[in-house]
């Protein structure tokens, strides 16, 4: 499936995925989620995600479930290092 993914310019943990070139001003989002998402940046355009995929602060399975689901999919990610001396 190919997916592009938005991040939110408000917290940039937040990530919203539809797929491959829809406009994402027409979800219909609750009110909850547009206190997150109301305002998002383009983050990937035509990423190809497949339910075999591993791969680092993204779950494709469930992504995929989701945008199936719904017509779009929430998630996040964060990425922390801690550096011990």
Same mark, same amino acid.
């Given at each position: 499936?190919? +997916?592009?993914?938005?991040?939110?310019?408000?917290?940039?943990?937040?990530?919203?995925?539809?797929?491959?070139?829809?406009?994402?001003?027409?979800?219909?989002?609750?009110?909850?989620?547009?206190?997150?998402?109301?305002?998002?940046?383009?983050?990937?355009?035509?990423?190809?995600?497949?339910?075999?995929?591993?791969?680092?602060?993204?779950?494709?399975?469930?992504?995929?479930?989701? +945008?199936?689901?719904?017509?779009?999919?929430?998630?996040?990610?964060?990425?922390?290092?801690?550096?011990?001396?």
């Amino acid at each position: 499936m190919n +997916i592009d993914v938005y991040q939110s310019t408000k917290n940039t943990k937040h990530f919203l995925s539809v797929p491959h070139g829809f406009d994402v001003s027409k979800l219909n989002l609750s009110a909850a989620e547009l206190a997150i998402y109301q305002k998002v940046s383009t983050f990937k355009r035509g990423l190809t995600a497949d339910t075999t995929d591993e791969r680092i602060a993204m779950n494709s399975s469930d992504i995929i479930a989701q +945008i199936k689901s719904k017509g779009y999919a929430l998630h996040g990610a964060a990425i922390v290092f801690n550096e011990s001396v």
